[in-house]
């Protein structure tokens, strides 16, 4: 494991370089460890309208659908999940912009059941953005991923004015021992990226907290093996506040020394 200070410097050098947003927050987020690359948290498709929005100071909607994982199992309260500290993520960075995370997160839901709740749950909210967690509970039950449920719903939240960010399934033993496992992911990004939209690759980033930041799960799963504790829930969701605020163009009355920058 790296120490502390190596960690900084190492940052710290790789700020002086490049100037980028995603580097100045890691300089924070790596102060308790949560750290991935740009190539691994950022966006291939990122929420452009999003980010217009913020420049011109009007007011975001985001709604995270899912499964277990985004209602929040393994957090130790409703503030802990992964939506609400999102929330809290992109106030701090984005103060007095009126930011709402809707979390609609339901465990045990395959991708076919998030699709039949769309019209209630997702669209009747009109989001700016949805965060669409999908792909775990069906490598848990050994049904293949369905990658055409997957591209309709995408195409139908598309279609209703919305941007969307898919978020694959979680690096974890439970998941680990299924043999669908990878060939889960590479639909998911396969979908995400014949539609156009963004992919937060959960499972990459996972993998790199035990590949390279040398953790054991013990530190970022809860017990069961499967669900994120109160740590992980957080560094997911700065990564993603910053994934998806990377390149945005902030007012002057926002942009400052303690936010996010761009070169």
Sequence with gaps: MISGAGVRRGIAFALALTGSIWFHAAAAAAQDGCTAPAEVAGLENPPERLRDRIARKLPLKIVAIGSSSTAGSGASSSDKTYPARLEAELKERLPGLPITV???GIGGEEASQMVARFD???????PDLVLWQVGSNSVLRDHPTPGEIIQQ???KLKAS?????LVNPQYAPKILAKP????AIDVITATARDAEVGLFDRWVIMRHWVDHEKMSFDQFLSPDGLHLNDWSYGCIAKLLAVA??????LPPEIAGPSNIMRR
């Design 180 to 183: 669908d496992a990878d060939r």
């Design 153 to 155: 719903g995408v195409e």
């Design 244 to 249: 998806i605020l990377d390149d945005v163009k």
């Design 120 to 126: 209630a749950d997702v669209l009747e909210e009109a």
């Design 161 to 165: 004015g919305t941007e969307v960010i």
């Design 102 to 104: 809707l979390n609609k």
